[in-house]
């Protein structure tokens, strides 16, 4: 299995099991809670960046995927 095939393999997993995802994000955020203290904000801010993340890449889930081409757009034109 190369590592292509093994990535997309990942990916529909991810895509499949969004709950469980969300719940281990939740989980590692509070465990960094504990091992960073004071970061409160700025994990938040990362797990719930990692939430909207689309994972399967289907383009649901507040991202966009690539162009065809598979190039990003540039900085100024990405979607916040």
């Known amino acids: 299995m190369d ?3 093994l990535t997309d393999k990942a990916k529909g997993l991810l895509g499949k ?3 469980k995802v ?3 994000l939740d989980k590692a ?3 960094a809670k ?3 203290a004071g970061h409160d904000e700025q994990i938040d801010k990362v797990v719930g960046k990692a939430k909207e993340h689309d994972w ?3 383009g649901e889930g ?3 995927p690539p162009p ?3 190039q990003q757009p540039p900085a100024e034109n990405r979607p916040q």
């Open 3 to 5: 590592f292509k095939s």
């Open 17 to 19: 099991h969004d709950d």
């Open 22 to 24: 969300d719940q281990a």
């Open 29 to 31: 955020g509070e465990a």
């Open 34 to 36: 504990k091992k960073f």
């Open 56 to 58: 399967d890449g289907t």
């Open 62 to 64: 507040g991202q966009q």
């Open 68 to 70: 065809e081409g598979g």
